[in-house]
């Protein structure tokens, strides 16, 4: 049980060191594996839990880029005067 765990650290590691872009194209493969339903129960459950975590990287490193992104402040002419933070609901 010590590999399992020990596996589950590096493949959290890999995912952390991971891209928006190449997290999302790995998921996106993940949910077509799954869909297509022709995977072992096994590996569906490992593959679901990778999707898991590679889901939850991407939200943090979109809440990351939400939260850099600025408004531009204009004044009653429309002129820029400066900037603001993002509503984000």
């Known amino acids: 049980m010590a590999d399992k765990s020990a596996s589950g650290a590096e493949a959290g590691a890999d995912i952390a060191a991971m891209s928006f872009e190449k997290a999302l194209a790995e998921l996106e493969t993940i949910v077509e594996k799954l869909e297509r339903g022709d995977v072992p129960l096994a590996e569906s459950i490992a593959i679901y839990e990778r999707g898991e975590a590679l889901?939850?990287?991407?939200?943090?490193?979109?809440?990351a880029a939400e939260a850099k992104v600025e408004k531009i402040r204009?004044?009653?002419d429309g002129n820029p005067v400066g900037t603001e933070p993002l509503d984000v609901e």
């Open 74 to 76: 204009t004044d009653g």
């Open 55 to 63: 889901k939850k990287h991407c939200d943090a490193l979109l809440k």
